[in-house]
């Protein structure tokens, strides 16, 4: 009989997404963390065969669970026509949610059927791509006795179906890591690999998957130092501790040192967290005496920018930047005025610090009033020693964002149909950031990631906020550009913030059920959406402030003004009642 999707949007995904690999060789993966996951093993059901005398209704579970055992496809196609098994080559994976109220049903007419809202599709490198909400996934399945056993005459053609319950148990989160274009720093592209798989098959893959360059999800906007046609030889063994990678004979065409080591940067970083991995071209190391490498040798490209001063909090109070001391080392709790700084003159509405924390940049206006500026300078310096920059905005300008190599990024006439974004260098040069938001809708917040590639933002369409990703990448290598926007579709109402953090984004929102706007914590692709561990029901979080590196900690401002951060315990800490308490949240970044 023929296949049929009944659903016309989900045909509408696999078009966008495009041909798609999950189980047959490749990992079932998505872009979730920036940071690895330990391969602690998965606690999903082992693909079993077909129990003899199985009734259609029991026959479709079974098949649908061997299905979500990625190492289990010639155990699932034993469910399925002699026929049908033959040509079944699943290359694709719908995520379905199993609730209550969706799942496997006997129909009236006979047959079996898969009814469920779609999630997301998962395409062949891995990049999670969100359904919009209340997209249905339908399926009939049409079944015929073979030897008198009921089979499968119609399985998804190139799909696996993968309900929303398993994805914990069946995947487990990593990254691949491309540079930015400065090849300053490293840029993680996140995936999901089984759980079930040895050491050894999981090294060999991720190196697979970072040899054939960056996902979709990047385009231009990273660059790989692996030579083109590079690949792994074999595979990537494990023993002992010991990752071995033997690349093929293209690796040998870099003679500089520095593109070595970045490509030796590449591949530490991939493997994370294996600590000693031996690269060879031809039995020779890729780096000169040097048999072994980890990637502890190369925190000068590290994305979280580790020799920064990210955890370092700060605020606006009545205008006025403002230093928090004393959140993590028993001092007396409490938010100093930054009155060395020329920033403290102004009557600020925005302020964003630098990753260095030595320089700071506010929104303001001209005296009287006038039209908006940005204001940018030194957060500790002598106001008779040194001038600050004055860069000029239109119309309504969001929070300035700093990104890892010191350039400030600004977005003006927000209000306007055609929004301005800009990035001033640390030598003072202002240029154009192409974009085009489209239906997107209009800009309310803006967050580049440290790499100077990613871009989080929060859009307002209708008036309702939603959350992208975008990316920095260069328009014909001319003019640089913000693009590749990807919706994360979150259940979530009444969003007023978010912020790159260290697993993923922080967003401020409420869950459709109604309860109080909270922290929810969510992967960069969109997946796995939860309220963070340790959330407070004491107050509702209205902004939210944190970045990318592993001890900074997540700051909320409620809905009353007053500050509160989480703890390393998951505890709520308030900064002080009253008015001195009442301040907005700002890290570096």
């Given amino acids: 009989m023929r296949s049929r999707l009944l659903a016309a949007a989900v045909a509408t995904a696999l078009l966008v997404a495009g041909c798609t690999t999950v189980p047959t060789k490749g990992p079932i993966r998505n872009s979730s963390q920036d940071g690895p996951a330990s391969n602690s093993g998965g606690t999903g059901v082992e693909a079993q065969p077909p129990r003899p005398g199985a009734e259609p209704f029991q026959l479709v579970n079974g098949f649908l669970e061997a299905m979500s055992d990625s190492t289990g496809v010639d155990v699932a196609r034993e469910y399925l026509t002699p026929a ?5 080559k699943p290359e694709s994976t719908l995520v379905y949610d199993q609730n209550p109220g969706s799942g496997v049903v006997n129909s009236a007419d006979g047959k079996v059927h898969l009814s469920a809202p779609l999630i997301a599709t998962i395409d062949a ?7 919009a909400p209340g997209t249905p996934l339908n399926w009939v399945f049409d079944l015929t006795k073979v030897s008198n056993e009921w089979r499968v005459a119609n399985p998804p053609p190139g799909l696996v179906f993968l309900g929303s319950n398993q994805l914990p148990s069946k995947l487990t989160a990593r990254a691949l890591y491309f540079f930015n274009p400065a090849k300053h720093l490293l840029v993680a592209d996140p995936v999901l690999l089984p759980f079930n798989l040895s050491a050894g098959q999981e090294a060999t893959q991720l190196i697979q998957e970072l040899l054939k360059g960056p996902t979709n999800r990047f385009g231009n906007s990273v660059v790989s130092a692996a030579p083109p046609g590079t690949t792994v030889d074999v595979s990537v063994p494990v023993e002992s501790g010991v990752a071995t990678v033997a690349l093929s004979d293209p690796a040998a065409s870099l003679t500089d040192i520095t593109d070595r080591e970045q490509l030796a940067a590449q591949i530490a970083w991939t493997l994370r967290p294996i600590t000693r991995i031996r690269i060879t071209i031809e039995g020779a190391p890729l780096l000169p005496e040097q048999l072994e490498v980890s990637y502890t040798d190369f925190g000068d490209y590290d994305p979280s920018v580790p020799g920064g001063r990210l955890k370092d909090l700060y605020g606006l109070r009545d205008g006025k930047v403002q230093r928090i001391e004393g959140q993590d080392d028993g001092q007396t709790i409490e938010a100093k005025p930054l009155e060395d700084s020329q920033l403290y003159g102004y009557n600020a509405k925005s302020f964003a610090v630098n990753l260095r924390a030595d320089a700071g940049a506010i929104v303001t206006t001209t005296k009287g009033g006038g039209k908006p500026v940005v204001v ?8 008779n020693e040194e001038r600050e920059s004055l860069i000029p905005t239109e119309g309504a300008v969001l929070r300035p964002t700093f990104d890892g190599e010191d350039n400030l990024w600004i977005l003006d006439r927000a209000d306007t ?3 301005r974004l800009r990035v001033r260098s ?5 240029s154009t950031v192409l974009t085009k938001f489209g239906d997107y809708g209009r800009p309310v917040e803006l967050r580049m990631a440290p790499d100077g590639v990613r871009a989080l933002l929060l859009m ?4 309702v906020n939603s959350v992208l990703t975008a990316t920095v990448g260069s328009n014909d290598g001319k003019q640089l550009e913000l693009g590749r926007f990807k919706p994360l579709q979150l259940q979530l109402a009444d969003i007023t913030d978010a912020s790159w953090n260290n697993a993923g984004i922080l967003v401020a929102g409420k869950s459709p059920k109604g309860s109080p706007p909270r922290p929810f914590q969510v992967n960069v692709d969109g997946s796995q959406l939860n309220v963070i561990a340790g959330a407070s029901s004491q107050f509702d979080a209205v902004h939210v402030a944190s970045n990318p590196n592993l001890d900074t900690l997540p700051a909320v401002q409620d809905a009353s003004g007053k500050l509160h951060w989480q703890g390393k315990d998951l505890n709520w800490v308030a900064l002080a009642d009253g008015p001195e308490g009442r301040i907005l949240p700002v890290y570096p970044g």
């Fill in 84 to 88: 049908a098994g033959a040509a079944w």
């Fill in 125 to 131: 490198r891995g990049s999670w791509t969100p359904a």
């Fill in 376 to 383: 940018l300078a030194r957060l500790s310096a002598p106001k």
């Fill in 417 to 419: 149909a055609k929004p």
């Fill in 426 to 430: 640390p030598d003072g040069k202002l």
């Fill in 460 to 463: 307002q369409s209708k008036g």
